[in-house]
């Protein structure tokens, strides 16, 4: 298992509509938040490499939206999907429905969300069974091998 290097090539790629705001120092800087989200060592739960650049690039593209100023305008800081929007003295609401405080987060943008319906099987509990012991006490532990007295 290795460890991603952020390539600035294949994030444009991806985000062609993001690579003319944001240029390669900026999304380097936002590739190394990324990695306090998705842990980027061979301890990841994502274990294949092409996968978890994939990840990481929605989060580089995630947190790029959320902050980047992209065609002259500054984020908009809301969270949520627009629920109603007027024009005349600008009136919008926005809902984030019955999400967790991390989903909202992640929802924000489509790349966050994107993410966060990508990493659902990750954010599951693994149980990993012990080893299972046997108390009889004329099993010597032999295979099926027993003793008596």
Not at 115 to 138: K, Q, S, T
Request: charge should be negative; aromatic fraction near 12%; proline fraction near 5%.
């Amino acid at each position: 298992m290795a460890v991603v290097v952020f390539s600035y090539s294949d994030w444009a790629l991806d985000f062609p509509l993001l690579a003319p705001w944001v240029d390669e120092a900026q999304t380097t800087r936002y590739f190394l938040r990324a990695e306090l989200i998705l842990n980027n060592t061979d301890c990841s739960p994502v274990t294949d490499a092409g996968q978890r650049s994939l990840l990481l690039n929605m989060l580089v593209a995630h947190i790029a939206l959320l902050n980047a100023v992209i065609n002259g305008t500054l984020p908009s800081g809301l969270i949520g999907r627009v629920t109603e929007a007027t024009e005349g003295s600008v009136k919008v609401s926005v809902d984030a429905g019955a999400m967790s405080g991390s989903a909202a987060w992640f929802a924000q943008t489509t790349p966050g969300y994107e993410y966060w319906l990508a990493v659902a099987g990750y954010r599951n509990m693994r149980y990993v069974p012990g080893p299972v012991r046997n108390f009889e006490p004329f099993y010597n532990g032999n295979h099926g091998a027993w003793r008596r007295s």
